[in-house]
């Protein structure tokens, strides 16, 4: 039995960090962001808190907004365009509207796959350590310390695009149950996991953490 007066989910909420950060311009502009890579990232994540309490109205428009970003902001091939026409599609079909979910999933799905050249443009982040020392060895061995953030950039990528493809062969087969989406778990890993920083990386590892596939 809880002690406490609040409820569990109100408790809940309280620990949970903010969906939204304040970073100045200079500071996005040193890390090679822009508003909308912001914008992208706390719409995509509302459409997660949304539909953990079952708000999927709320949901659906979190992740129009998130995918009119993506389109108006984002190279085609950015996989968080891809991960926005999933959203999207998959928001629609929880309301009880699966006429797109297929067609969008199929375009998601190739976003990711055509995604390997802007992966390939990232820039590995610098450390956050402070030693002197550890600099040193990061500039003497950038090479191999890149080649190991390729090797993670490429994980990612293809972990990610394995989970659209088997909701689009599912899609394909005919299955017509709606997709589940642990949106609850999915919000808590994201808030745990967002790298403290802008970087590439985070651009990347959000496209990947904020696709409502599991």
Known sequence: MSMSGAPISERKA???????????????????????????????????????????????????????????????????????????????????????????????????????????????????????????????HRETYRARWRQRWQEIAEESTGRLQRLNDRLASGDPASPQVPAETMLATWMRERPAMLNDTRKLLGASLLLLVS
């Not at 309301?95 to 797109?100: F, H, I, T, Y």
Request: aromatic share 8%; with cysteine.
């Open 14 to 140: 309280e620990r949970m960090p903010s969906l939204s950060e304040s970073w100045s311009t200079q500071e996005m502009i040193n890390a090679g962001w822009r508003e909308a890579d912001l914008q992208w990232e706390e719409a995509s994540a509302a459409v997660l808190d949304a539909l953990s309490r079952d708000n999927y109205a709320t949901a659906a428009e979190h992740a129009g907004r998130a995918l009119q970003l993506a389109r108006e902001n984002f190279e085609p091939i950015d996989p968080r365009l891809g991960t926005s026409l999933a959203n999207y599609g998959i928001c629609l079909a929880i309301e009880g509207d699966a006429a797109a979910l297929q067609s969008l999933v199929d375009k998601a799905l190739n976003t990711w796959r055509g995604s390997q050249p802007w992966i390939a443009k990232l820039t590995a982040p610098r450390s956050a350590r402070s030693s002197m020392f550890h600099l040193r060895m990061e500039a003497l």
